[in-house]
T-cell receptor, first 114, second 116 residues
Framework: DAGVIQSPRHEVTEMGQEVTLRCKPI?????LFWYRQTMMRGLELLIY????????DSGMPEDRFSAKMPNASFSTLKIQPSEPRDSAVYFC????????????FGPGTRLTVT | QKEVEQDPGPLSVPEGAIVSLNCTYS??????FMWYRQYSRKGPELLMY????GNKEDGRFTAQVDKSSKYISLFIRDSQPSDSATYLC????????????????FGRGTSLIVHP
């Protein structure tokens, strides 16, 4: 298996622009997680899905952030409009049912908002 | 005070040394404790997880949880240069199967350098 795939790996955009981050989880995994990592705040869970359904989005910082999972093999995290404080590395992870701690992380998307 | 405190380091040790990495926390409701390893510019990978207090061993790694002191540790025996990475602790009050909140709280991570 190729593991969790994220795209793009790097994104540089200007403040106010829409940003869409993409994730393909490992086939057969029922849980998908979106995290954000910064030097100031560390690693934070933003939202997670079970069988394509959002379960807990209490970590989403504000309404500018939204996440969708239209099918079992694809998820997006969208920021609209983007702000410089959104600059971070965004990770997607997936895990099989019953093994929620055995999360497999993708390589991350490094987002820079200027 | 952050809910989970972790010394950022860096912690520099010679190859073969026993490494002790630690986290303290303030929320007594935490029941599940995890350690992740993160190499530079990579995603974290789970090393170990434990439920409640006690010890758990896996090869060169031992995780300890002392809930009375709100203190968790990860020990690495016979450390190798390949162990050089950032180690993150994380904890939750519940699990996805047992219910409760699965939103993990992470420490900031400790940078470990094992030199040959």
């Amino acid at each position: 298996d190729a593991g969790v795939i994220q795209s793009p790996r790097h994104e540089v955009t200007e403040m106010g622009q829409e940003v869409t981050l993409r994730c393909k989880p490992i086939s057969g995994h029922d849980y998908l997680f979106w995290y954000r990592q910064t030097m100031m705040r560390g690693l934070e869970l933003l939202i997670y899905f079970n069988n394509n359904v959002p379960i807990d989005d209490s970590g989403m910082p504000e309404d500018r952030f939204s996440a969708k999972m239209p099918n079992a093999s694809f998820s997006t995290l969208k920021i609209q409009p983007s702000e410089p404080r959104d600059s971070a590395v965004y990770f997607c992870a997936s895990s099989p049912v019953g093994e929620e701690y055995e999360q497999y992380f993708g390589p991350g998307t490094r987002l820079t908002v200027t | 005070q952050k809910e989970v405190e972790q010394d950022p380091g860096p912690l520099s040790v010679p190859e073969g040394a026993i490494v002790s990495l630690n986290c303290t926390y303030s929320n007594s409701a935490f029941q599940y404790f995890m350690w992740y390893r993160q190499y530079s510019r990579k995603g974290p990978e789970l090393l170990m997880y434990t439920y409640s207090s006690g010890n758990k061993e896996d090869g060169r790694f031992t995780a300890q949880v002392d809930k009375s002191s709100k203190y968790i540790s990860l020990f690495i025996r016979d450390s190798q240069p390949s162990d050089s990475a950032t180690y993150l602790c994380a904890m939750t009050t519940g699990s996805l199967l047992s219910g409760g909140s699965y939103i993990p709280t992470f420490g900031r991570g400790t940078s470990l350098i094992v030199h040959p």
